[in-house]
């Protein structure tokens, strides 16, 4: 939260406003993976999308322009959802998608929409389960909902390893496979996915390294520099021997049965 004067905005933690402030993509997708995940769902100019999470706007700013659907995105991040306005008027695509700066917890529209999503960011409904069915309430019948969310490439044999990948426990996420059966176990169709590889992986990890030692250079007296060198400092490694090895990702595509 910041504070100015007697009015508080809610904002994200403030590290990852600055490790990911030149994300386009605040996830390990290129944006080739985005289009593919564009193409596989087939979309059709008039289709609406939600977007709980939406970050600096990319996915619906670069599918507004390619397949010329509308939407609006959610996003709690007040420099993520100014970076997705300017990329929206960078790609004329204003009159088509509009970004809205809240906590999208509850988050529900009236009209409801072709595509209902939520791409690394399952925490605002509680979890996966609890996303799908906040998506559900905007969702129109035989409409799809988009979950990103992480999965074990192969189970960490220790507790150490899991809270590596920054998860909090193994039992946070599941092998893909499992992931797969959890959807349908919540009486969902996988109709589509697109995954993250170790490449994409790098373009989303990586890029932080260069962003947080470009905002180091420009801020060394500020109050929050300790934190973000150590960070800078212990982040590489980290993320070699842990999440590189052990972390997927995913965008699953999901349709009610
Ligand atoms: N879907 C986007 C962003 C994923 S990163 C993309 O793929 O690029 C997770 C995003 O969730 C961040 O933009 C963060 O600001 C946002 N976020 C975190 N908690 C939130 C909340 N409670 N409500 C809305 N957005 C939230």
Redo the contacts with the bound molecule.
């Keep these: 939260m910041t504070k100015l004067s007697n009015e508080t905005i809610v904002d994200?933690p403030r590290i990852?406003n600055i490790m990911e402030s030149a994300?386009r993509?605040?996830?390990p997708?290129t944006p080739e993976k985005l289009a593919s995940l564009g193409v596989a769902l087939r979309l059709e100019p008039r289709d609406r999308i939600l977007?709980?999470?939406?970050?600096?706007g990319?996915?619906l700013c670069t599918w507004a322009r390619d397949y010329g659907i509308g939407g609006i995105g959610?996003?709690?991040?007040p420099l993520?959802v100014e970076q997705a306005k300017a990329r929206a008027h960078e790609l004329g695509v204003t009159d088509r998608v509009s970004f809205v700066h809240?906590?999208?917890?509850g988050y529900v529209v009236d009209e409801k929409v072709d595509v209902a999503a939520c791409?690394?960011?399952t925490?605002?409904g509680g979890g996966v389960r609890g996303s799908i069915e906040l998506l559900s309430k905007s969702l129109r019948a035989e409409g799809i909902i988009l979950i990103?969310e992480p999965y074990w490439l192969r189970l960490p044999p220790t507790e150490d390893i899991a809270q590596g990948c920054h998860a909090g426990s193994v039992s946070d996420f599941l092998l893909l496979p499992d992931l797969i059966a959890s959807f349908g176990g919540l009486g969902y169709d996988v109709v589509e996915m697109v995954l993250a590889n170790q490449d994409s992986w790098d373009r989303y990890e990586a890029t932080k390294w260069l962003t947080m030692r470009r905002w180091l250079d420009a801020n060394p007296d500020d109050d929050f520099a300790k934190e973000v060198r150590a960070e800078l400092t212990t982040a590489p490694e980290r993320y070699a021997k842990y999440a590189r090895e052990y972390l997927g990702w995913g965008v699953f595509v999901l349709m009610s049965r």
Excluded: P, Q, T
Aim: no cysteine; glycine share 14%; net charge negative.
């Design positions: 994200i990852f994300h993509i605040h996830n997708f977007d709980l999470g939406s970050g600096s990319e996915m959610v996003d709690m991040s993520f809240r906590d999208a917890a791409v690394g960011a925490w605002i990103g």
